[in-house]
């Protein structure tokens, strides 16, 4: 993946879709000819150059200081996942003084597997890519579809679009396409060098239209709380409220867990689920030994 043509697309779509009137900027009649905001108006805003920002919308971020990208991040109005992108894209440009690229990771210690085996409703561990790393038994039923899935190996991006029955797995499909292309494009200002990043990514733009739209808009986001809709083939339809969780010693590893309201028809359906496997008791990639003992 081109960082700078990562960056320059990323600089142009969110100036874009910044109209005048929220920038604080006042019209004096005539037609506009881009999209949201002017270059000349973007930098007057940031407090740069025309010619430094037009510089930097090129793709060059290289050696470009915190303060200038925190103004960056308040003219384009940035919410906080956008910003730690930028911050992001600058750190691969090889810019002075920002944090270290994420490692992503494939392993997953036995402590954890124990402690999601300890968990009682569904869990799953998955890394920035959205590989499917490991499950408790109730995260494996749960995920039964995706697992048995001929869109291999196990990873929620591929399935969601080179696998058709997930437009009947997900109860809200649109919403967690965007979301998982969104997850995926910060990854990718995170590791820009994974080249098995790299190489999902070429996999579903080459063979999904879907993908290619929502990778062309450039959002990111991420989801750390709510609820999502799933519809199992054994069980039904079923709401789950889900928390995303990370760990300091195990970088780029995300824990999702899930639960049901209580007395509710997910509860229910849970319960009928936990006596319901289809999936072998396995990880679906490389365990890691356990250094903890």
Known sequence: MDNSVGVRDFLMSRRARITPEQAGIARFGGVRRVPGL?????????????DYYV????????????????????????????????????????????????????????????????????????NGRLDLLAFNQLGRALYAPILRSSAQPANSARFTFLDAGSH???????????GLVATLRAEAGRSPTDKRLTDLVGELATRSPEFRTRWASHDVYRHSTGAKTLHHPVVGELTL???AMTFPADEGLVLLAYEAEPDSSAADALRLLASWDAVPARSTTER????TR
């Open 168 to 178: 009947d797995f997900w109860g809200a499909w649109d919403q967690v396409a965007d």
């Open 55 to 126: 510089r930097l919308e090129r793709g060059n971020l290289a050696g470009v200081s915190e303060s200038v990208l925190h103004s960056l991040s308040i003219a384009l109005q940035l919410d906080r996942t956008e910003r730690a992108h930028l911050f992001d894209l600058a750190r691969s440009a090889h810019s002075v003084g920002l944090r270290p690229a994420a490692s992503v990771t494939s392993r997953v210690r036995p402590g954890l597997q124990r402690l999601l085996d300890s968990m009682t409703g569904p869990s799953y561990l998955r």
């Open 241 to 243: 409220m889900f928390e």
């Open 288 to 291: 890691e030994p356990d250094r």
């Open 38 to 50: 002017r270059r000349e108006e973007l930098a007057q805003l940031a407090g740069v150059s025309v």
